[in-house]
Nanobody, 115 residues
Framework: EVQLVESGGGFVQAGGSLSLSCAVS????????IGWFRQAPGKEREEVAC????????HYADSVKGRFTISSDNAKNTVSLEMNSLKSEDTAVYYC????????WGQGTQVTVSS
């Protein structure tokens, strides 16, 4: 069974940086699109970034372009999200997902940015 485990969330001041990691087990990354959603209280779920592990194509939400970078390490079966110049509005629970023949989700990791 495919499992995704996020790590790296935490508390940071505005302008700071955090790096999230998503470790995938039970499958290789090949053929999956791996990405991150975030969910803030009272707000709609937002897809933040996505990468095609087969083609390397990346997609970012406008709200994070130029600040967030998604990358994959197929040898380690991990996908990372480097977040820079963080803003208070980036505060949310971040969920890793893998989209293929079916979708898989991680349990989420909290990111809190203080202004």
């Amino acid at each position: 069974e495919v499992q995704l485990v996020e790590s790296g969330g935490g508390f940071v001041q505005a302008g700071g940086s955090l790096s999230l990691s998503c470790a995938v087990s039970g499958s290789t990354l090949d053929g999956y699109a791996i990405g991150w959603f975030r969910q803030a209280p009272g707000k709609e779920r937002e897809e933040v970034a996505c990468i095609s592990t087969s083609h390397g194509r990346r997609h970012y939400a406008d709200s994070v372009k130029g600040r967030f970078t998604i990358s994959s390490d197929n040898a380690k079966n991990t996908v990372s999200l480097e977040m820079n110049s963080l803003k208070s509005e980036d505060t949310a629970v971040y969920y890793c997902y893998a989209r293929g023949a079916r979708d898989y989700w991680g349990q989420g990791t909290q990111v809190t940015v203080s202004s």
